[in-house]
């Protein structure tokens, strides 16, 4: 995706920080909201469990994290970590992904899920036929993004609207059951242009927390449609994996953060790590690094502060 930057406000001299409150990151950790932590049991390789994540969450000081797994909800240990746990200081969250291994789009699992304690549905993501064209027409996506540890099923591309563009008649009871509980709606891995009609339904319906991961990735959103969702109503989640100088999916420069950043606005907008994998950053080194970026980009310590924490807790209701 080719991204135009934008009128840039005036900056705060770059690094400054470094020099008048060098223990600044690491202030902003303290209480950070992660809602994007790719830990195990997973048939994808990460470098540590639930259990290790809550305990790596802890040691920084984060208040809360989300975990993603595409092919199950991690609810039930979630609240099992959240039982027996509680003393490390960190809420641990799931959601249910309508990916093939939960039957698409079932609204059972959404019940299920819902009752066990998940805060969030995800539409689909690695099923999803926009996710699975873009690796189709990539020659080199499997070097950008995770992959099993071993050969999968080939899945069954889902996509939310029928041949006529119309949403699919079993989507609009998952979005009545959605806004009934007050959980939050992700886009997953849908195309942008499904996320146009998947959003203004869901509004009609009463859902009220609306989230888009990554839009400029594989949801091929471009700053205009950035500006779009953050006027509807929707965060936009930018993947810190994305951005931290070592990930094995460095896409971005900071320069192109910030304008994503702008687009959206700070108070729309949501730094996730999205890491968890082998052979990537940690967790909280990939917080700490792109809280830096963000600093040297100009951004104040209340706006990082809300990127990193504020609309996460806002968006989840904690």
Known sequence: MSLTLIDQPQKLSPGAWRSSNPGLPDQLLRGAVDLHCHSGPSVMPRYFDHYEAMQEASSAGLR?????????????????????FNHLGVTMLSGVPLNNSTGGLNIYAVEHGIKLGARLVWMPTFSSANHINAHKKDAEFKDKFPQTKKKMLDPVPLSILDAKGHLLPEVGPILDMIA???VVLSSGHLHISECWPLFEEAKKRGVKRLLCNHPSYVVDASLDDIRRLAGMGVYCEHSMCMFVPGSKFHFYQPSELDA?????????????????????????????????????????????RSMVSANAVALMGL
């Open 260 to 304: 994503m950043i702008k687009a959206a606005t700070p108070e729309k907008t949501i730094l996730g790590s999205d890491l968890g994998q082998i052979g990537n950053p940690r967790l909280v080194d990939g917080f700490r690094n792109v809280i830096e970026t963000c600093l040297d980009l100009g951004y104040s310590e209340s706006q990082v």
């Open 180 to 182: 009934e509980n007050d």
């Open 64 to 84: 809360a994290i989300l975990i993603k797994d595409h092919y199950y909800s991690a609810t039930p240990a979630t609240e099992l970590l959240n039982k027996h």
